[in-house]
Nanobody, 123 residues
C-alpha cells in the first residue's frame, strides 16, 4: 500500500512560480514512477508530467514543457513539481500518482493517488 500526500498549492498571479510536493509512504519509493495530473472544473483529468522510478527520466505534457519541472528526492520519498510562468489555464486541482517503475501518461494506469492540492492562478 502506498499513501501519497500533496502540498504546496495556493493562489498566485500569472507569471508567478509555485512548487508542489508529494510525499510517499508505505513502499520502496525509488522503484516507483511518479506522475502529476491535474483536473480543472468541468474538464477531464489530464497528464502534466511524470518521472521514472527506473532511471529518473521525465516526460511532460506539451502544455507545460519548458515551464514545469519534475524532480524527486528518494531519500525523502518526495517528488516535486516546480511550476514557473504560471498561467490562468494552469488553474486546477493537482494530483500526484504512483505506479511501478515506468512513466505512463494515462491516469488509468496509476495505482495510487493523493488527495490533490488546489492551484489557482489569477490573470
Amino acid at each position: 500500500q502506498v499513501q501519497l500526500t500533496e502540498s504546496g498549492g495556493g493562489l498566485v498571479r500569472a507569471g508567478d512560480s509555485l512548487r508542489l510536493s508529494c510525499v510517499s509512504s508505505g513502499r520502496t519509493f525509488s522503484n516507483v514512477a511518479m506522475g502529476w495530473f491535474r483536473q480543472a472544473p468541468r474538464k477531464e483529468r489530464e497528464f502534466v508530467g511524470a518521472i521514472s522510478g527506473a532511471d529518473g527520466s521525465t516526460d511532460y505534457a506539451d502544455s507545460v514543457k519548458g515551464r514545469f519541472t519534475i524532480s524527486r528526492d528518494n531519500a525523502k520519498n518526495t517528488v516535486y513539481l516546480q511550476m514557473n510562468s504560471l498561467r490562468a489555464e494552469d488553474t486546477a486541482i493537482y494530483y500526484c500518482a504512483a505506479r511501478t517503475l515506468y512513466i505512463n501518461s494515462n491516469w488509468a494506469n496509476y495505482d495510487y493517488w493523493g488527495q490533490g492540492t488546489q492551484v489557482t492562478v489569477s490573470s
